[in-house]
């Protein structure tokens, strides 16, 4: 276990509804990115939260967005959900935005219909 | 830009050898193995910084040539424990450029 928790853990949703995931880093990491792994294909880098701010962001429209917490902590949210977006989403978080291995949590298994 | 691995997939019988490459046409900073089974998270192996040494822990060991941007992770003696799909993760570095950029997997399976 990477100490990395994520929820829910499956969730179905109908197209253009909202989606929100949420993540709890390991404890003492300051560094959480979330990313979207479809069936048989590789994590897809979404975005990265360093204290708070974005740092850094991958190619995904702007309904995806996320929030870091003053605990690390982190959401992803999803607006306007297409049915492309059914996809394993991980989060990751690290100790420290510019070095050291990924933690990643379970993942979120979303479906949309 | 993502990362190219080869081979897509491979199939060993317990206690041979495989080398899984990872390639970039950008500079890279740094390069991160990880191991993921079916349904699982991905597990870290191991990262190789740019001028870092060749590394290596049990029987699975990795290099990083940096003038050819490539990496490559080599299992020896394979257990039925190192069947998964592996993932190589690119990254590099500066800016807002510390985040990892998989490739498309190496799927192999360890047979008895």
């Known amino acids: 276990e990477t100490g990395v928790t994520q929820s829910p853990t499956h969730l179905i949703k109908t197209r ?10 390991q404890s003492g990491h300051n ?3 979330w990313y979207q792994q479809a069936l048989g294909q590789g994590p897809q880098f979404i975005f990265q ?5 974005e740092n850094g962001r991958g190619n995904f429209p702007p309904r995806f967005s996320g929030l870091q917490f003053p605990n690390y902590s982190s959401e992803l949210n999803v607006n306007a959900l297409e049915l492309d977006d059914s996809a394993l989403y991980l989060c990751a978080s690290r100790k420290d935005h510019t070095t050291g291995e990924l933690f990643f949590g379970e993942g979120s298994r979303l479906t949309v219909l | 830009q993502q990362p190219v691995q080869s081979p897509q997939a ?12 990872c390639s970039s046409s950008k500079a890279l900073y740094s390069v991160h193995w990880y191991r993921q089974k079916h349904g699982e998270a991905p597990v870290f192996l191991m990262i190789l910084l740019k001028g870092g040494e060749q590394k290596g822990h049990d029987k699975i060991s990795a290099s990083f040539n940096e ?9 020896t003696a394979s257990q039925l424990s190192y069947s998964g799909t592996y993932f190589c993760g690119t990254e590099k570095g500066g800016g807002s450029n510390y985040k990892l950029t998989f490739g498309k997997g190496t799927l192999l399976t360890v047979n008895p």
């Open chain 1, 16 to 25: 253009g509804q909202q989606v929100t995931l949420r993540c709890s880093s």
């Open chain 2, 67 to 75: 003038k050819k941007q490539q990496s490559s992770l080599y299992l």
């Open chain 1, 31 to 33: 560094t959480v990115s």
């Open chain 2, 10 to 21: 491979v199939i060993l019988r317990e206690g041979e050898d495989a080398v899984i490459n």
């Open chain 1, 49 to 53: 939260y360093y204290r708070e701010e």
